[in-house]
């Protein structure tokens, strides 16, 4: 029996390292930590934070220097 493949299996969610008010990883206590494990550690696009702010993501993807975001030239 085949199952759906989870798109983000294996991926940090993009917002861990600069999270959002209200992002499961944002102010982790004991009642939040099942859900940051679950949405942050691969499940992000199951995630309703993420979801919401995701355009925001694209957008400013968009607009990043690879350079200065830390990539490595292709030279």
């Known amino acids: 029996m ?3 493949r989870n798109p ?3 991926k940090i969610c993009p917002l861990v390292r600069r999270p959002y ?3 499961h990883c944002a102010d982790l206590t004991s009642n939040s930590a099942e859900a940051a ?3 942050c550690g691969g499940h992000f696009d199951e995630c309703e934070i993420f979801s919401r702010h995701s355009s925001q993501l694209k957008t400013a993807a968009k607009n ?3 350079l200065v975001a ?3 030239s292709g030279s």
């Open 21 to 23: 008010a209200g992002c």
């Open 37 to 39: 494990i679950y949405f």
């Open 2 to 4: 085949n199952e759906p």
């Open 70 to 72: 830390g990539e490595r």
């Open 8 to 10: 983000g299996a294996g």
């Open 64 to 66: 990043v220097n690879p």
